[in-house]
């Protein structure tokens, strides 16, 4: 089933079209990866979605409820954790996940519970001192702590680790990781390794329009085949068994083949190269694909 | 109803934490004290520059009505002043920091936030204006004990400006969003063109700026409350549309 349905979304500030005509779906219990440049309108998406933007045109439908502007009561199904999370910085992580879940009327037996969960998730149990004395990596852990309050069945993330560092961003991934399970994850980036390495599946916005969606947990995603090298005799004994393609400097390369079924018959033919490897492309290959 | 609680008490934490209330009531406090204290030395002062000038003056005796004067030219002027610029901000600097962001997409509904917002900076008001009162009140009756007719009238008067000059900063927040000096200016303007159009005498007792202008007239009896009914039923219709609009202007802001 999916949680999050974009039908023909259109929005424009001004002459400026952001979004035109984009068609999105986002099944239940998945990590999708919403790519783009910076400007791409990966922003503008998400905050129609949370009913903080009003769309020119089209439809948008949070767990088969359509949002509307304003206060969409869809938000209850969803968290947010926007590229830079403010908080009231006179207050420290515990006050603030109290006012969120006071404000999100979570019972009163609930709140402590559910907010000593989310601290020791996201790292923040006994941090005692205000959130103005927080790192940005600090204040991105909050901001997905305050975002998972509600249990939300969808979890929004705008370029969570595009401000981190290495450190920041591998422990903003691992948390997403980790709530795969009890919530879906949209989150857009133009991070391409962070996809790669965490979503399901990846979606690329392009002019305002879903140009691309890549199934990242397929096996025979962007397979180029298997290059060898292989010297002439070695090419000339494998040639009548094996469609080879020429690819220059004694590299050749085998499609359509499991690499099962060319270990094999390297072996019948007595060939042992010393370069063998299987390509496939990378997301950002399709990436400058679709968007060059 | 748990939005609203849950907002008060972050209201009140804010105040409290960012100095705000304390510096409110501390300049309010103030004011209760100088009046009075200014109205006891104003004879001295005023002696010992004539004296230097060598001007000879017979100075009427000083009375309540003075300690009461100073104090509304000081509550009328200073304390408004101060009023705006510590609540001036109080939307403003959730819309240029983004905190609101969080807090409405869990649902806060937006007409609450202007509600308790506008709630709080009355009672915070209200708080920092009755203590200023009774302090000059204490120490007129302490100095000069006289009764004065009218007198809590005369205080109303003031406090019903002041929610005024809230709502017009509500107003003035959801129409500029996250500029402070647009809603100062605002705030000035509205408070300028009133002025101008209260020079004419038919337009001006319908007027909220007619309140700040009566207190005196009040204790002396050249006015009754009953006279001052035109400026206060405006006053309280202008306050009750300026918090309409601002809900309206809010609910339809992008974010």
């Not at chain 1, 424009?12 to 998945?30: A, C, P, Q």
């Not at chain 1, 879940?101 to 205000?130: M, N, P, S, W, Y």
């Not at chain 2, 959801?174 to 005498?201: C, N, Q, R, W």
């Not at chain 2, 001052?228 to 309206?248: E, G, K, Q």
Request: charged fraction near 20%.
């Amino acid at each position: 089933m999916s949680i999050l349905k974009i039908d023909d979304l259109h929005k424009s500030f001004r002459d400026n079209k952001v979004i035109g005509g984009l068609d999105l779906v986002v099944e239940e219990n998945t990590i999708y990866g919403f790519i783009g440049n910076n400007g791409s309108g990966k922003t503008t998406t998400m905050k129609m979605v949370l009913g903080l933007l009003k769309q020119d045109a089209g439809e948008i439908y949070v767990n088969g409820e359509k949002v509307a502007f304003g206060n969409t009561a869809t938000n209850r199904h969803i968290g947010f954790l926007p590229d830079v999370p403010e908080f009231y910085a006179y207050m420290n992580a515990e006050e603030y996940l109290k006012l969120c879940a006071e404000i999100t009327d979570i019972k009163k037996a609930d709140r402590k519970v559910r907010i000593d969960h989310l601290l020791e998730l996201v790292g923040l149990q006994g941090v005692e001192k205000r959130i103005k004395a927080y790192s940005r990596g600090m204040k991105q852990r909050l901001g997905i702590a305050q975002a998972l309050i509600n249990r939300p069945k969808l979890l929004i993330c705008d370029e969570p680790t595009s401000a981190l560092d290495p450190k920041g961003r591998k422990e903003i991934l691992n948390i997403l990781q980790q709530i795969k399970g009890e919530t879906t994850v949209v989150f857009s980036t133009h991070i391409l390794s962070d996809v790669e390495r965490i979503c399901d599946k990846a979606g690329i916005l392009y002019e305002g329009k879903l140009v691309r969606e890549v199934d990242l947990k397929d096996e025979g995603f962007g397979d180029k085949g298997i290059m060898v090298k292989l010297d002439p005799e070695e090419h000339a004994r494998l040639a009548g068994d094996l469609a080879l393609e020429r690819l220059g400097d004694n590299m050749y390369r085998i499609t359509g083949r499991t690499l099962e079924e060319v270990y094999r018959l390297l072996n019948n033919h007595h060939v042992y190269p010393d370069h063998l490897v299987r390509e496939r492309k990378t997301l950002e290959d399709v990436y400058l694909e679709v968007t060059s | 109803m748990s939005q609203v609680r849950a907002l008060f008490k972050k209201e009140a934490v804010e105040s409290v934490r960012s100095f705000k209330l304390f510096a409110l009531i501390i300049v309010f406090m103030i004011i209760g004290v100088v009046s009075p204290l200014t109205a006891l030395l104003m004879p001295d002062i005023l002696e010992a520059v004539m004296e230097d000038s060598g001007i000879a003056f017979e100075l009427p005796p000083v009375s309540a009505f003075d300690s009461y004067s100073q104090f509304f030219s000081n509550a009328n002027q200073m304390g408004l002043v101060v009023l705006v610029i510590i609540f001036g901000s109080i939307l403003t600097h959730e819309f240029s920091r983004n905190t609101l962001v969080n807090l409405i997409t869990k649902g806060l509904k937006k007409y609450n936030i202007i509600l308790v917002k506008t709630v709080f900076a009355a009672l915070a008001w209200t708080l920092a204006f009755v203590i200023s009162a009774l302090i000059t009140y204490l120490y007129t009756i302490y100095y000069w004990g006289d009764a004065v007719h009218n007198l809590f009238a005369a205080f109303g008067l003031t406090w019903l400006f002041g929610v005024f000059l809230i709502t017009l900063i509500m107003a003035a927040s959801a129409v500029f969003k996250s500029s402070f000096p647009g809603v100062l200016i605002t705030v000035l303007a509205v408070v300028i063109i009133m002025m101008i159009a209260g020079i004419h005498p038919d337009i001006a007792e319908f007027l909220p700026q007619y309140l700040i202008g009566s207190n005196m007239a009040l204790l002396h009896g050249e006015l009754e409350i009953g006279d001052m009914m035109p400026s206060i039923i405006a006053t309280v219709i202008s306050s009750i549309l300026m918090i309409v609009l601002s809900i309206l202007i809010f609910n339809k802001t992008e974010m």
